[in-house]
């Protein structure tokens, strides 16, 4: 099974800062990447599909880059509502449709 | 406008049994695949389980194959997850998750619509 890495698991950061997480995949998975954010007590919300789409309504801050096995999520400028855990998933191929296993974000 | 009502979870003892319905609407529930992702208390997500818009296809994680069953009912426009021989590694909130791209056939994509959620504890 391919296995997906998340770093760092965890972030501190200042309103404003540019905000960077990683994703790792064990084998080559193209651009078939997808990232959520999860607030407590909340369902995943869809951020970026294909690995640099973002979804409808997303805020513009958010971007994502990568193929193959390594791929970025970034803030721009980090938001007091962007308080939140981000997961990364991968989806190239028949399940099982791995999560990576989240980057909580929390503001400094 | 897409909505996933997720029903069914409670409390149940080891080795019981346990059915969760998802029932959707806004969009053609035969087109897309759904599957189940569950989070246990604390931690990140965890698929489980998915079935193609055609019904035909079914796929499991290997932490609950042969004790889950994933189904669906196209004219309730509802999925199930049929869960037995419940551990206490099962508990976890159940999230029912439609598949972002239309297809009768295949179940791996990403996810754009969510339930709520449904909370399963394996306890005696």
């Known amino acids: 099974d391919i296995q997906m890495t998340q770093s760092p698991s965890s972030l501190s950061a200042s309103v404003g800062d540019r905000v960077t997480i990683t994703c790792r995949a064990s084998?080559?998975?193209?651009?078939?990447l997808a990232w959520y954010q999860q607030k407590p007590g909340k369902p995943p919300n869809l951020l970026i599909y294909?690995?640099?789409t973002l979804q409808s309504g997303v805020p513009s801050r958010f971007s994502g880059s990568g193929s193959g096995t390594d791929f970025t999520l970034t803030i721009s400028s980090l938001q007091p509502e962007d308080i939140a855990t981000y997961y990364c998933q991968r989806y190239n191929s028949a399940p099982p449709l791995t999560f990576g296993g989240g980057t909580k974000v929390e503001i400094k | 406008e897409v909505e996933l009502l997720e029903s069914g979870g409670g409390l149940v003892q080891p080795g019981g049994s346990l059915r969760l319905s998802c029932a959707a609407s806004g969009f053609t529930f035969t087109s897309y695949a759904m599957s189940w992702v569950r989070q246990a208390p604390g931690k990140g997500l965890e698929w489980v389980s998915s079935i193609s818009g055609s019904g035909d296809f079914t796929y499991y994680a290997d932490s609950v194959k042969g004790r889950f069953t994933i189904s669906s009912d196209n004219s309730k426009r509802t999925l199930y997850l049929q869960m037995s021989s419940l551990r206490a590694e099962d508990t976890a909130v159940y999230y029912c998750?439609?598949?972002?791209?239309?297809?009768?056939?295949?179940?791996?994509?990403?996810?754009?619509?969510w339930g709520q959620g449904a909370l399963v504890t394996v306890s005696s």
């Open positions: 294909a690995a640099s």
């Open positions: 998750a439609k598949s972002h791209v239309a297809t009768r056939r295949h179940v791996n994509g990403d996810f754009d619509y």
């Open positions: 084998q080559d998975i193209n651009s078939f």
